[in-house]
């Protein structure tokens, strides 16, 4: 059977128009926020053989997403260079401002990125798929970059009508000063950290168990841990937290939580705090996450249609990564940043499967009017009055027959959506006019 390669996938016309109604939902959010699009190529450094002078560091895609490094996907040696394809759009960007020496830049990104990963096709993962990220680099006032961010998650998720949804949000520096306090080595912060990621899917009873078996934590401290990241709240938590004996002896973890109470302030004025939660067990597991992180999770699919919910995870993440681009600058010049990623793939797959249970059509193209004639012998004025139209900006279609039914076009009409047909039989051309007829109402004027 032909198909394409495991994890990834045909766009039929009804699910291209679909995406794109979707990305440009996105990208006009992005762009109402003030951000410049960039692009940058597909293959992405991973080394090079042997040294030379060269100002950009050996790798630039290994050693920045934690246990994902795994699932970049490596390419052949060409010639001395290592490439791989790009595993986010994160990193990319991080690159790409410290090799231009850019210093402050609000953008977006929407691209294909790809994960050596196990696809669930029917839950929108897949190997190749679409990242739409919004980043702000620069030096600013903390926190109003950040609430941004999530005013713009609130923003689409709203806007696309996808039922109820939640955004989690916490600190890196919150959850170090937890396993600081808690008796965690530091060398063993981020592998505690992607384990901590996995609380959404698995019980605490499970991850505990993989902190002391896999991870080699002690028990005490994993029940310590075990204490905080079970808790989740609004500002009332955070200042909870603040209070707490242990916690607030932490300069990290003080530093994250006046931080976090700002931005639940910034928030209140932005007036989505309805649907944010601080939660100490979220951790997104990339290692170049430096302070607020946030992820937003669907809560149930709203869909009688289907017998059962599909179950997507996670719709949109991102965070704050001040050390990344530090990473690629030969003086290890910073620039602070902060970012999100809309997961697209997953509404995506979402919206298909609406869109099949409603069993509603979708037009694929977007022709506003079909050229039609009567009678036979009428090709020569359907072209004339066809190129008209397209040179005037208008989207036109016609059959390609020379003399088509008239009863054929206007079944064309109906079948692909094409709301008006400008009909033009001899008694029109004699007359110098052309019959619009409305395709629903099958009402008729003369122009």
């Excluded at 597909?42 to 060269?54: A, H, I, K, N």
């Excluded at 100002?55 to 630039?60: F, R, S």
Aim: net charge neutral; aromatic share 8%; with cysteine.
């Amino acid at each position: 059977v032909l198909c394409p390669g495991q994890g990834t996938r045909d766009h039929a016309p009804a699910q291209a128009a679909l995406r794109d109604r979707l990305l440009s939902a996105v990208v006009s959010c992005f762009k109402r926020h003030g951000a410049a699009a960039i692009d940058t190529p597909v293959l992405e450094l991973r080394g090079r053989r042997g040294g030379g002078p060269f100002a950009l560091p050996q790798e630039t895609l290994m050693g920045k997403y934690g246990e994902d490094t795994k699932l970049i996907y490596e390419l052949q040696d060409q010639g001395g260079e290592l490439l791989a394809l790009r595993y986010d759009l994160t990193v990319p960007f991080a690159r790409y401002l410290a090799m231009n020496k850019v210093n402050n830049m609000k953008r977006y990104h929407v691209a294909k990125v790809y994960r050596r990963d196990n696809p669930a096709t029917t839950r929108g993962r897949y190997r190749e798929f679409y990242q739409c990220d919004f980043d702000i680099a620069g030096q600013f006032d903390p926190m109003i970059p950040d609430a941004e961010c999530l005013k713009i998650v609130h923003e689409i998720l709203s806007d696309l009508q996808l039922g109820d949804f939640v955004i989690k949000v916490n600190d890196r520096r919150i959850l170090n000063g937890v396993f600081a306090v808690c008796g965690v080595p530091e060398s063993k912060f981020i592998p505690a950290c992607s384990t901590v990621d996995k609380l959404d899917k698995m019980p605490w009873e499970e991850v505990r168990s993989e902190m002391v078996g896999e991870k080699g934590l002690s028990p005490e401290a994993a029940n310590r841990i075990g204490e905080y990241v079970q808790l989740h709240g609004g500002l009332d938590l955070i200042e909870r937290l603040l209070q707490d004996p242990k916690l607030s002896q932490n300069k990290l973890a003080k530093e994250g939580l006046g931080d976090m109470k700002l931005l639940f302030e910034y928030l209140t004025l932005f007036g989505i705090t309805g649907k944010i939660s601080f939660d100490l067990s979220l951790a997104r597991g990339l290692d170049y996450y430096t302070g607020v992180i946030f992820e937003a999770v669907l809560l149930q699919q709203e869909n009688e249609h289907v017998e059962e919910p599909v179950s997507v995870g996670s719709v949109a993440g991102g965070g704050r990564y001040d050390g990344l681009v530090g990473m690629f600058d030969p003086k290890g010049r910073k620039v602070p940043c902060v970012g999100v990623s809309i997961g697209i793939e997953r509404i995506f797959s979402i919206l298909e499967q609406r869109l099949e249970a409603s069993g509603e059509k979708l037009r694929t193209t977007e022709t506003q009017v079909l050229v039609a004639t009567p009678q036979k012998h009428l090709l020569a004025a359907r072209l004339k009055l066809i190129s008209e139209l397209w040179d005037a900006g208008i989207k036109a279609e016609m059959l390609y027959k020379k003399d088509p039914k008239l009863l054929k076009q206007l079944q064309y009409c109906e079948d692909t959506g094409i709301p008006l047909a400008a009909i033009v039989g001899e008694q029109e051309l004699a007359d110098g006019v052309v019959k619009l007829r409305d395709v629903a109402t099958r009402k008729e004027v003369r122009m």
